[in-house]
C-alpha cells in the first residue's frame, strides 16, 4: 500500500503549455509539501499546505498553483511551462511538525513526477 | 533564513571503508536535523534525525550522526560501508523560527566500488 503516491510519475510536455500533477497520502497527516528536484539533485521546498491551508509559498512562480481539496490531496498546476520548469516534483507529508518534538519532521516522500518540458 | 551546507558532492569509497560525510547549517537557535537517503530511482527516505538529547544519534542500517552544536554540524558516519549504500544522501534542517520549513542541503553522491 503506498504510503504517498503521484501520477504521474513521467510527463513530456511542450513549452506553453499547462499540467497537472496530482498527490494523495493515505498516512492520516496534516501537512503536504512539493519540493522541486533539479538536474544537479538539489532539492527545494516549493509550498507546504498543514490541514488545506497554504503555510509556506517559497517565492515559486505565480504559474504554480498548488491546490488541497483535502488534507489528504495536495496537486500542483502549472501554467505556461518553461524549459527551467523541467526537474523532478516530489510529493511529502508529515505529521504536524514541532521542534524538540521527536514526532516532528520525519517527511514521507512519494516516487516523484519527472517532467520534461521541450 | 537558515541553510545546509554538504560540501562533498561527490564521494568514491570501496568496499568495508569508513564513510564520514559533512553537513553544517547556519541556523544558530533551536534546530531539528535530518539525513535523508535517496537509493538510486527512489524516493527519498529518512535514514536519522536528531531532535534533542543525546548528540550521537543511530540510524537505520549501521550509520549514525553527531550534532556538535558548536561546530553547527551534523556529520553522518558509517564504519564499513556496502556497496549497496550506492546513493544520494541529503542533510536536511527545521527551525523553531519555521518548523514545517524543513530545508536540504545539496546532497552527496556516495558510489561504493565492489
Known amino acids: 500500500d503506498t504510503a504517498v503516491s503521484q501520477t504521474p510519475k513521467y510527463l513530456v510536455t511542450q513549452m506553453g503549455n499547462d499540467k497537472s500533477i496530482k498527490c494523495e497520502q493515505n498516512l492520516g497527516h496534516d501537512t503536504m509539501y512539493w519540493y522541486k528536484q533539479d538536474s544537479k539533485k538539489f532539492l527545494k521546498i516549493m509550498f507546504s499546505y498543514n490541514n488545506k491551508e497554504l503555510i509556506i509559498n517559497e517565492t515559486v512562480p505565480n504559474r504554480f498553483s498548488p491546490k488541497s481539496p483535502d488534507k489528504a490531496h495536495l496537486n500542483l498546476h502549472i501554467n505556461s511551462l518553461e524549459l527551467g520548469d523541467s526537474a523532478v516534483y516530489f510529493c511529502?507529508?508529515?505529521?504536524?511538525?514541532?521542534?524538540?518534538?521527536?514526532?516532528?519532521?520525519?517527511?514521507?516522500f512519494g516516487e516523484g513526477s519527472r517532467l520534461t518540458v521541450l | 533564513a537558515q541553510s545546509v551546507s554538504q560540501h562533498n558532492h561527490h564521494v568514491i569509497l570501496s568496499e568495508a571503508a569508513s564513510l564520514e560525510l559533512g553537513c553544517n547549517y547556519s541556523?544558530?537557535?533551536?534546530?531539528?536535523l535530518f539525513w535523508y537517503v535517496q537509493y538510486p530511482g527512489q524516493h527519498l527516505q529518512l535514514l536519522l534525525k536528531?531532535?534533542?538529547?543525546?548528540?550521537l544519534v543511530k540510524g537505520i542500517k549501521g550509520f549514525e550522526a553527531e550534532f556538535i552544536k558548536s561546530k553547527f554540524s551534523f556529520n553522518l558516519r558509517k564504519p564499513s560501508v556496502q556497496w549497496s549504500d550506492t546513493a544520494e544522501y541529503f542533510c536536511a534542517v527545521n527551525d523553531d523560527s519555521s518548523a514545517s520549513k524543513i530545508i536540504f542541503g545539496s546532497g552527496t553522491r556516495l558510489s561504493i566500488r565492489p
Open positions: 541556523y544558530g537557535g533551536t534546530v531539528n
Open positions: 511529502a507529508s508529515s505529521q504536524e511538525v514541532r521542534t524538540h518534538s521527536k514526532d516532528t519532521g520525519e517527511l514521507f
Open positions: 536528531y531532535f534533542s538529547g543525546d548528540p
